[in-house]
């Protein structure tokens, strides 16, 4: 019983091998890369690249709520965004502590995107996607 026990979680991660990155020894189906909202007010790692298609999921590991947005509203947000022409803009909304979105971009280029909490504190992040 004790060695069922303890391999377990070794055939979890065979089962799921190839599927996404690996986190804490643990792959996720349907995502590409994973970003951290931190609570430094960062998001890690800052900048990623991926290909057209992938979808990235952002993880609140913080107590802070956080935001993945490229909808600005103040003059600050609008200097922190960057789109891609023809990208549509896109907002999570609020994410709560340990809570998490996901974003799947279609649309080649280079995004910079901002925590609108923390916009002000510098937290602002960039997604290069290859065609
Ligand atoms: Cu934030």
Redesign the pocket.
């Known amino acids: 019983m004790r060695v069922l026990f303890a391999l377990a979680p070794l055939a979890f991660a065979a089962a799921c091998a190839g599927s996404g990155p690996a986190v804490d020894g643990i792959t996720l189906a349907g995502v590409d890369k994973i970003v951290d ?1 931190t609570a430094t ?1 960062n998001f890690a790692p800052n900048a990623v690249t991926i290909n057209s298609g992938d979808t990235v999921e952002f993880r609140n590991i913080s107590t ?1 709520t ?2 993945v947005s490229t909808v600005a509203d103040t003059q600050i947000e609008a200097q922190a965004v960057k789109l891609p022409n023809g990208a549509d803009p896109f907002d999570s909304g609020e994410i709560a502590p340990g809570a998490t979105f996901t974003h799947t971009f279609t649309t080649p280029g280079t995004y910079q995107y901002f ?1 609108e ?2 916009v002000g504190q510098g ?1 602002i992040g960039t997604v290069i996607v290859n065609p």
């Open positions: 909202m007010l802070f956080h935001t925590c909490p923390h937290m």
